[in-house]
């Protein structure tokens, strides 16, 4: 590949709010179509808009944690462009006079960190829905229910140069937006959705290439195969010694391909104005410091206070605190067993993999954080095998039953009776005469196996030291 590519994101979040951003109707998702509507979020002449004070909260919050600057003055401007789902023939956004500018976000890909640059971050609101598939085949429909919720944009810099680093700048930015409880993050819903502009130019060119810009991807494996497929076509359009076209396109998922969606010259013009309905939005210095102090904590803090005060590694920290409400449940696990490393791994490894297989996340589980930390406990003081632990673990997460419960009913206790052990290894010892004389000819790696047969006998509910300790008695 003699190109390097150059990769910019544009990320729509919905904020938050119970109300829409210049109106009282709710946000609420799933309401039956056009039940959340008035006046003003349907476009009717000579209704006027009303500002949320909570959104703009919430934008500034989203600014103050990316780090941008919190502009004292911003303007609402006017998108003119007409659709169906755009009651009003114009979407107000903000456009020359932003409400956030130059932050940044950290990222790490492949063990390098990078920095980010976040261009801008300005409100917006959100135009309707047409509904296609509504039984009617000469008909399609518009839920106006969503027009004037409200959005912020976030454009980062061209500063990514992977699939995978757009990919973990998307994550990042949902994990912090989630983390100040400003969007749901819900990408299934549209509550979170990412535009990408890729260009190529040859490696260590200084100028950019003709971008196309990737519109609507709305999961970050779909944004990275986007993003990877686009690459390579653009690749080979250079390598024909074509030119690429600048336009829009849209990922499409079962055919694993962008498609044109529109060129340059079918490119809108906007002919933004300020809305003459709207006064510029002042956010005064006291309320943006009164918001900076509400801020909650953040994973990069999160991640340090773990390593400090529960001494984890830096890896396990940044892996538990990705995401909130896994960090969350590990710490109320700790409440229940203060036993740091030992919960972490039995989340990172066996919780994480069954989340991940079940496509399940971790607010969606029956598993209590004191079961999980309860059965921890058990194997901790010797009631259970670490084995065992992995059949009440599986048992925990199905059903939710208490581990007590679950032990008692499969009847699971580990066993401990010397005279009970010492059967069995007799047994053994008797059965496997070949496997004695090995180990005493000095092949005492055979060792492991009679630890395994023993337990393999007693249903792995032997206790494995004293498993251990009467096997090198009786074969020495
Ligand atoms: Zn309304």
């Known amino acids: 590949m003699k190109y390097e590519a150059v990769i910019g994101l544009e990320v729509h979040a919905q904020l938050a709010t119970k109300s829409k951003l210049f109106c009282p109707c709710s946000t609420a998702f799933g309401a039956k179509p056009n039940t959340n509507i008035c006046p003003v979020c349907s476009g009717q002449a000579g209704a006027l808009p009303v500002l949320n004070k909570m959104a703009v909260e919430m934008a500034v919050k989203s600014g103050l944690a990316l780090g941008c600057t919190i502009q004292e003055k911003s303007i609402f401007a006017r998108k003119n462009y007409f659709y169906p789902d755009l009651p009003k023939g114009y979407q107000i956004s903000q456009y020359e006079k932003p409400l956030c500018l130059n932050g940044h ?199 340090e206070r773990f390593v400090s005060d529960y001494g984890l590694p830096e890896q396990d920290a940044q892996v538990l605190t990705a995401e909130k409400p896994m960090a969350h449940y590990f710490e109320e696990c700790i409440v229940g067993f203060n036993a740091p490393k030992k919960i972490a791994n039995w989340i990172m490894a066996e919780l994480m993999r069954e989340l991940k297989s079940r496509e399940l996340d971790i607010t969606q589980i029956k598993m209590k954080p004191n079961q999980l930390a309860h059965m921890v406990a058990l194997i901790e003081n010797g009631t259970i095998s670490g084995a065992i632990g992995k059949t009440i673990f599986m048992e925990m997460l199905n059903s939710g039953t208490d581990p007590d419960k679950i032990i008692e009913a499969k009847g699971l206790k580990q066993v401990t009776d010397t005279s009970t052990i010492e059967i069995v290894i007799d047994k053994i010892i008797a059965k496997e005469t070949e496997n004695v004389q090995r180990y005493k000819s000095g092949k005492t790696n055979v060792f492991g196996f009679f630890v395994g047969a023993v337990m393999k006998e007693m249903g792995g509910k032997a206790n494995p030291k004293i498993v251990n300790e009467i096997l090198r008695k009786k074969l020495n």
Request: hydrophobic fraction near 35%.
């Open 105 to 303: 976000l950290d990222i790490v890909t492949d063990g390098k960190l990078k920095r980010v640059h976040i261009q801008r971050i300005h409100m917006e609101e959100d135009a309707g829905k047409l509904l296609h598939e509504t039984g009617h085949e000469n008909f399609s429909h518009v839920d106006l229910n969503r027009c004037s919720t409200p959005l912020i944009e976030i454009v980062s810099g061209p500063d990514l140069s992977t699939p995978q680093e757009a990919a973990d700048t998307y994550r990042k930015l949902r994990n912090i937006l989630v983390y100040l409880e400003v969007c749901d993050g819900n990408m299934q819903e549209g509550n979170l959705r990412c535009d990408a502009n890729v260009s190529l130019r040859p490696i260590g060119a200084k100028a950019f290439g003709t971008r196309s810009e990737i519109k609507n991807v709305n999961s970050f494996k779909f944004l990275e195969n986007a993003i990877a497929y686009e690459i390579k076509r653009q690749a080979e359009i250079l390598d024909g010694g074509g030119k690429v076209v600048q336009e829009t396109r849209l990922w499409n998922q079962a055919k694993q391909m962008t498609t044109s969606m529109r060129s340059k010259e079918e490119a809108h013009d906007y002919r933004y104005f300020p809305d003459p309905d709207l006064l510029p939005l002042v956010v005064d210095t006291l309320w943006i410091e009164k918001i900076k102090s509400s801020l909650p904590e953040l994973p990069e803090a999160k991640a």
